[in-house]
């Protein structure tokens, strides 16, 4: 439901931009609306369902509103996690003459941002676009980044962990060190948990490929795991979660797809 929401919003978000793009164009005598074909670049981070959710959801609202067919061309490109990848694919967005551009998750949208300074950009699946420097104000954004913010209650999961498992005493955190999106939950979880009474024990990884070390050390040393809104973690969470049940180790994530994959709640 919340899901549905934030395509909502993240949609009209974009239905306005591409109007306000129609509206100066028609003021200056290029083309009417009647034969505008506006065009939409998007790009993804990492192929995740809670992220592909977003995109279909996207196009769902689009349609919805008129944006389909010959009225509307997108050029969805995706990064597949690979970091090394944004700034290039961006660029190509940015370059494609397109009206608005999307990002989905922060690397994307940031990729996006420094890429265009003229072109809209709307962004969606971002947990602290302050803290990304996409925008400095949620209520005023600046420049041409606005958008949609999914950020974590994090006083809430706190309280859930220790309502659910009341017996835990410490926490571990695991993330992905290059995403600027976990690094901020990351603090503000450390310091509700201890606040709290809980211990708290970061472990960033760079990429996938150390998940398995990682989480076999984590089992050995704390009593749950919180996982924050993290791309790179997402993309590999059935490896969390087969190692995390093989030391009845409970998992509470912040996505409620990872539910559905072996998150406790």
Not at 15 to 27: K, N, S
Not at 202 to 219: G, H, K, L
Request: proline share 4%; aromatic share 4%; with cysteine.
């Amino acid at each position: 439901m919340k899901n549905k929401r934030l395509w909502a919003v993240l949609s009209l978000l974009i239905i306005f931009t591409l109007a306000c793009v129609i509206r100066d164009e028609w003021h200056l005598g290029q083309r009417s609306q009647g034969n505008r074909t506006v065009k939409v670049g998007v790009l993804q981070y990492v192929t995740h369902e809670a992220l592909d959710e977003i995109y279909v959801g996207i196009k769902d609202e689009l349609a919805k509103e008129g944006y389909s067919g010959d009225r509307v061309k997108i050029q969805f490109l995706n990064a597949e996690g690979d970091q090394s990848k944004i700034a290039t694919m961006s660029k190509q967005l940015a370059d494609g003459h397109n009206d608005v551009l999307i990002g989905i998750a922060t690397p994307a949208a940031q990729g996006l941002a420094n890429a265009s300074k003229d072109t809209p950009v709307v962004m969606g699946a971002i947990s602290d676009p302050i803290g990304a420097k996409l925008v400095t104000n949620l209520k005023h954004p600046t420049g041409n980044v606005t958008g949609t913010s999914n950020q974590v209650p994090i006083a809430d999961a706190v309280k859930l962990i220790q309502t659910v498992t009341p017996q835990t005493k410490t926490v571990g955190i695991l993330y992905a060190s290059s995403e600027d999106n976990s690094v901020s939950q990351v603090k503000n979880f450390s310091q509700a948990a201890q606040k709290a009474g809980l211990k708290v024990k970061t472990y960033a990884v760079p990429s996938t490929n150390e998940i398995t070390t990682t989480m076999n050390v984590i089992s050995k040393e704390v009593d749950a795991l919180w996982i924050p809104q993290d791309n790179t973690i997402a993309s590999a969470f059935t490896t969390v979660v087969s190692i995390a049940n093989s030391n009845k180790l409970p998992i509470y994530p912040s996505v409620d797809t990872m539910l559905k994959e072996g998150g406790l709640a």
